[in-house]
């Protein structure tokens, strides 16, 4: 078995289009396993199998700095108290500028633009203001920029930066400390589905929206083991409400098929056995 490879959804598909086979390609966004992005390679159906969340993460180090330690505790108080003005001065904090903060490269990894839509939510929810936290950051030079977020925690970790936009599986999966952040704002609770979409960012090949993270698995069409590479996927499909838990994940039950094709026959299969959802169209 090849090592997995991990990245930016984006930069990904755009390596798979570009004759840089997979078996499988997971991702956090939706545009990046349709054809609008794989090009050629797009198997035109895709399944929704896990919901994240966007985090600040932290580091032990990150405590040790006087600035990020009372951010912290501003966030302490905002967790405790849910009030509009705690939560305020709790963003007003993060970004003054006195802590730096990470975020992938939003037109390679959506974990960067998706950090950016959480700011507007807060600012729209805290401040009444979707543009105020995010002006902020940025004209107080507060934001520190990779390739993607997994390339910042090296920097997190030494202190480099002092808090990071990541996802709550991987801020987990790292070992690291993070900032639950309200549901109003993590783009993770889908009773706020139509508030998150009331904000945008916009990339290199065009807007985002924001919208509840959802984890996506497809097949692109030279998979380097087809078979293999479906019957992995029914794995995940009907192993993700025991597996994924523990990492922060919230599985989606049953999970929701999204296709313009006709579906390979193991996925067809799941759905009389209520393992999967048929949701409509995969070209979005």
Request: proline letters at 7%; charged letters at 10%.
């Amino acid at each position: 078995m090849a090592p997995p490879k991990s990245g930016g959804s984006l930069l990904l598909a755009r390596e798979i289009s570009e004759g840089n086979p997979v078996s499988v390609f997971i991702s956090v966004s939706h545009d990046a396993v349709t054809a609008s992005h794989l090009g050629n390679e797009s198997a035109g159906w895709a399944i929704a199998f896990a919901a994240d969340q966007m985090t600040l993460a932290y580091s032990n180090v990150t405590l040790q700095n006087p600035a990020a330690n009372a951010t912290v505790a501003a966030y302490n108080s905002a967790a405790a108290s849910n009030t509009t003005q705690a939560w305020d001065n709790f963003f007003s904090m993060i970004t003054s500028g006195s802590d730096k903060v990470g975020t992938g490269n939003p037109n390679a990894d959506p974990s960067g633009y998706t950090g950016w839509i959480v700011l507007e939510a807060a600012g729209q929810a805290y401040a009444d203001n979707s543009s105020f936290f995010e002006n902020r950051l940025i004209s107080n030079n507060g934001n520190v920029t990779a390739a993607s977020a997994a390339d910042l925690i090296a920097p997190l970790e030494t202190g480099q930066i002092q808090f990071l936009w990541i996802y709550k599986s991987a801020a987990i999966a790292h070992k690291l400390n993070y900032l639950q952040l309200p549901g109003q704002v993590n783009l993770g609770d889908p009773k706020y589905s139509s508030f998150y979409s009331q904000f945008s960012y916009m990339i290199a090949t065009g807007v985002e929206t924001g919208e509840v993270i959802t984890l996506w698995i497809t097949v692109p069409v030279d998979s380097t083991d087809t078979t293999d590479s479906l019957q992995f996927v029914v794995f995940v499909v009907k192993n993700a409400p025991t597996l994924l838990p523990s990492y922060g994940l919230i599985p989606i039950t049953p999970a929701r098929l999204y296709n313009d094709t006709t579906v390979p026959q193991p996925l067809q299969q799941l759905v009389p056995q209520g393992y999967l959802q048929p949701s409509g169209p995969n070209s979005g």
